[in-house]
């Protein structure tokens, strides 16, 4: 017997039909004699049509309204299941997060997770109850309704298990797990059996989309056991995320590549070489929330630098306004933007231990003709800006010459 929590993302609950397959699901679990808590996203598309409806009144919603709204999606679908769990004979309870507990901050639109009352839950599994809880949700101390952020239903899974100190948390997705990258573009792409947390968070804050960022973050700290699974198939063991770093000795030294085409890039050209400058530059555009990822900056003879940096497309017209009403003070002859920007990035815990990963990954894009025009690294990621009409043959050929065709 175990204690397993199950999460089901949007296209899993997407119809009432599908709401009864993941019921049946549930029931074969329960009937193995495990304690299922199961947590469930919006149906699919739902949250996008309230954030629209509230648009459609209020071009900048008040974003504790917004949570009032958006949240009702998830409520929908917890009661829809327990109806199907109901119609086949199982006793069943839904729980929105406020009924659990689930305790946050009061950063409406991105809260995050302070506590989680285990008590109630844990009481109703005890008398054989399936426990059906509203994924990316939860109340602040001043008992005002908040979101986790989108694809918060992952954290609201992962934060479950590890209050529950669960065996295993469970992620029912439309993929059957992780892959070494988007079989969209590689057809040739594997799905890994395992893959470390440092490297699911890698790859998931480089553009893939499986698990929501926070939910693997959380997942590393509270030693989850973490599986990403299909809702659509049987008997697949999905891939499991893992503390422990498999014998890598006769696989690739990279696990995956992950790519994001939303880049954009800005340069400020021509300010003055002193102390102070890149904070000049970027200080006005953190202070606008906006998130800058790869920086450099180069030199000239004359004194003068060049500032480049990537940012989110959809920041870079706010960040080129920002930088305007800037620009005079900071002593910069011009301002630049490109919005056709695309990072490719290879991830691979193997990295520490094999050298030569960069070079390889700058050979191959060399043989395709494909200029670099940012370069990040961490321990276990190399990332590279390039214009985006090259994206899919990148990620193609570095796919070939890591030989992840080969990997497990
Ligand atoms: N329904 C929310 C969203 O679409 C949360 C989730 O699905 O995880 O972002
Ligand atoms: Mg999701």
Same mark, same amino acid.
């Given at each position: 017997m175990? @204690?397993i929590?199950?999460? /089901?993302g949007?296209?899993?609950v997407?119809?009432?039909?599908?709401?009864?397959?993941?019921?049946?699901?549930v029931?074969?679990f329960?009937?193995?004699?495990?304690?299922?808590?199961?947590?469930?996203s919006?149906?699919?598309?739902?949250?996008n049509?309230l954030?629209?409806?509230a648009?459609e009144?209020?071009a900048?919603?008040s974003p504790?309204?917004?949570?009032?709204?958006?949240s009702?999606?998830?409520?929908?679908?917890i009661?829809?299941?327990c109806m199907?769990?109901?119609?086949l004979g199982?006793?069943?309870?839904s /729980?929105t997060g406020?009924?659990?507990?689930?305790l946050?901050? =009061?950063?409406?639109t991105?809260?995050?997770i302070?506590?989680?009352?285990d008590?109630?839950?844990?009481?109703?599994l005890n008398v054989g109850r399936?426990v059906?809880?509203a994924?990316f949700?939860?109340?602040d101390r001043?008992?005002?309704i908040t979101?986790?952020g989108?694809?918060?239903s992952d954290t609201?899974g992962? &934060?479950l298990a590890?209050?529950l100190?669960a065996?295993?948390c469970?992620? /029912?997705?439309?993929?059957?797990?992780?892959?070494?990258?988007d079989?969209r573009?590689v057809?040739e792409a594997r799905?890994l059996d395992r893959?470390?947390?440092e490297?699911?968070?890698?790859l998931?804050?480089?553009?893939?989309?499986v @698990?929501q960022?926070?939910?693997?973050e959380?997942a590393?700290? /509270?030693?989850?056991?973490?599986?990403v699974?299909?809702?659509?198939?049987?008997?697949?063991?999905?891939?499991l995320?893992?503390?422990e770093e498999?014998?890598?000795?006769?696989q690739p030294?990279?696990s995956?590549? &992950?790519f994001?085409r939303d880049e954009?890039k800005i340069?400020?050209r021509?300010v003055p070489d002193?102390?102070g400058t890149?904070y000049?530059?970027?200080?006005p555009? &953190?202070?606008a929330n906006?998130?800058?990822?790869?920086?450099?900056?180069?030199?000239?003879?004359?004194g003068?630098a060049n500032? =480049?940096?990537?940012?989110?497309?959809?920041?870079c017209d706010?960040a080129?306004?920002v930088?305007?009403?800037?620009?005079e003070?900071?002593?910069?002859?011009s301002?630049?933007s490109?919005?056709?920007?695309?990072?490719? =990035?290879?991830?691979g815990?193997?990295m520490r231990?094999?050298p030569?990963?960069?070079?390889?990954m700058?050979r191959?894009?060399?043989?395709?003709?494909?200029n670099?025009?940012?370069i990040?690294?961490?321990e276990?990621?190399i990332?590279v800006?390039?214009?985006?009409?090259?994206?899919?043959?990148?990620v193609?050929?570095?796919h070939?010459?890591f030989? @992840?065709?080969?990997?497990?």
């Amino acid at each position: 017997m175990a @204690l397993i929590v199950q999460k /089901y993302g949007g296209t899993s609950v997407g119809s009432p039909e599908r709401i009864r397959n993941v019921a049946r699901r549930v029931a074969r679990f329960h009937a193995n004699g495990d304690q299922v808590v199961v947590v469930v996203s919006a149906m699919s598309g739902e949250t996008n049509r309230l954030i629209a409806l509230a648009r459609e009144v209020a071009a900048v919603p008040s974003p504790r309204e917004l949570d009032t709204i958006v949240s009702t999606g998830e409520q929908v679908t917890i009661g829809l299941l327990c109806m199907a769990l109901h119609d086949l004979g199982l006793e069943a309870k839904s /729980y929105t997060g406020a009924q659990v507990r689930i305790l946050t901050d =009061s950063a409406f639109t991105k809260a995050r997770i302070l506590h989680i009352d285990d008590a109630p839950i844990r009481e109703d599994l005890n008398v054989g109850r399936i426990v059906v809880v509203a994924g990316f949700q939860g109340v602040d101390r001043f008992g005002n309704i908040t979101t986790l952020g989108r694809g918060g239903s992952d954290t609201t899974g992962v &934060a479950l298990a590890a209050a529950l100190k669960a065996d295993e948390c469970q992620i /029912y997705t439309d993929v059957d797990g992780v892959y070494t990258t988007d079989p969209r573009i590689v057809p040739e792409a594997r799905k890994l059996d395992r893959i470390t947390f440092e490297e699911m968070l890698e790859l998931a804050s480089q553009g893939s989309k499986v @698990l929501q960022i926070r939910s693997v973050e959380f997942a590393g700290k /509270y030693k989850v056991k973490l599986r990403v699974l299909s809702s659509f198939e049987e008997g697949g063991e999905g891939t499991l995320v893992t503390v422990e770093e498999t014998n890598k000795m006769e696989q690739p030294v990279i696990s995956g590549i &992950a790519f994001n085409r939303d880049e954009a890039k800005i340069t400020v050209r021509g300010v003055p070489d002193r102390p102070g400058t890149a904070y000049q530059i970027l200080g006005p555009i &953190a202070e606008a929330n906006i998130d800058v990822d790869m920086i450099i900056q180069n030199l000239g003879h004359d004194g003068q630098a060049n500032v =480049s940096f990537t940012l989110p497309r959809n920041d870079c017209d706010r960040a080129m306004e920002v930088l305007e009403g800037v620009r005079e003070h900071i002593g910069a002859q011009s301002l630049h933007s490109d919005k056709n920007i695309a990072k490719v =990035s290879v991830v691979g815990v193997g990295m520490r231990s094999h050298p030569g990963v960069a070079a390889m990954m700058f050979r191959t894009l060399s043989e395709e003709g494909i200029n670099i025009l940012m370069i990040s690294t961490s321990e276990i990621k190399i990332s590279v800006a390039i214009e985006e009409r090259h994206l899919e043959q990148a990620v193609k050929r570095l796919h070939h010459a890591f030989e @992840l065709e080969r990997a497990k």
